[in-house]
């Protein structure tokens, strides 16, 4: 099997995506009907459905929680609201019957009452349908409330990795804590920044990538890089001041 057509196998069937921008994603110039329906006919070339093609549509748009589904087909995408033209992107997503969604910051453009309604819908319907989120996203609101397990990443690469609850309740890599500790204080009302600038990801810096805004780095953190390590159960963390016993994992399975 040719690589392309494998990939066209497991990309936007297997694998399908909720682009940041539901305007941008969507075609001005057709029907919101019209353009469910190709994604629907494209992803079901070689497979048969009980259901006929404008029948799913207008279940999907019903899960989606739009009203009066069979009267959104003819609206162009213009005519929705920006609640309206996510909940669209996620009935596309979720038309092929993924294993997994890739969602790309898919509230960042709404405002918070409506990015709650989003979220929660898409947590639902992927449980319901047994589909895996994976949520980009710089809301750490977001992440303590939706994601069981967190990817902390900086500079293209990982830098801590653990299930939600003990990350928040234990953050070890000086770069989870500073993100943690930039979090708008209630009580003084301040916000604190990281100091410097993210590094080029063409040129990254010699070591721990983190090294050159670390307020506790050492001279190893700029010569070497630092491998994954487990400090508890299924917790990883990619930082040189946490000692390693010989026993102890110094690199961690995938």
């Not at 990015?115 to 303590?144: C, F, N, P, W, Y």
Request: aromatic letters at 4%.
């Amino acid at each position: 099997m040719s690589e392309s057509v494998l990939t066209a196998r497991i990309l936007g069937k297997a694998v399908t995506l909720i682009p940041q921008d539901p305007l941008a994603s969507l075609n001005p110039l057709f029907p919101v009907g019209v353009q469910l329906r190709d994604l629907l006919k494209w992803s079901q070339r070689q497979a048969r459905h009980a259901m006929g093609i404008q029948e799913q549509i207008i279940s999907l748009l019903k899960q989606v929680q739009l009203p009066s589904a069979e009267e959104q087909l003819q609206k162009y995408p213009h005519e929705f609201s920006g609640g309206q033209r996510q909940r669209l992107l996620i009935a596309a997503a979720l038309a092929p019957g993924p294993a997994l969604v890739i969602a790309d910051e898919p509230t960042s453009a709404l405002d918070v009452t409506v990015q709650a309604q989003i979220l929660l819908l898409l947590k639902a319907l992927a449980k319901e349908r047994g589909t895996s989120v994976l949520l980009i996203t710089h809301d750490l609101g977001v992440v303590a409330k939706l994601c069981d397990r967190v990817v902390v990443m900086y500079a293209g690469q990982e830098a801590e990795v653990a299930p939600t609850t003990s990350l928040f309740q234990c953050p070890s890599h000086p770069y989870t804590q500073q993100l943690l500790e930039s979090l708008p204080d209630r009580q003084q009302g301040e916000i604190r920044g990281i100091p410097g600038v993210v590094p080029s990801l063409i040129e990254p810096p010699r070591g721990c990538r983190f090294h050159t805004r670390c307020p506790v780095a050492m001279p190893v953190c700029r010569q070497e890089q630092p491998a994954p390590l487990e400090l508890f159960p299924d917790h990883w963390v990619r930082c040189h001041l946490f000692p390693r016993a010989p026993s102890t994992p110094t690199a961690r399975k995938t």
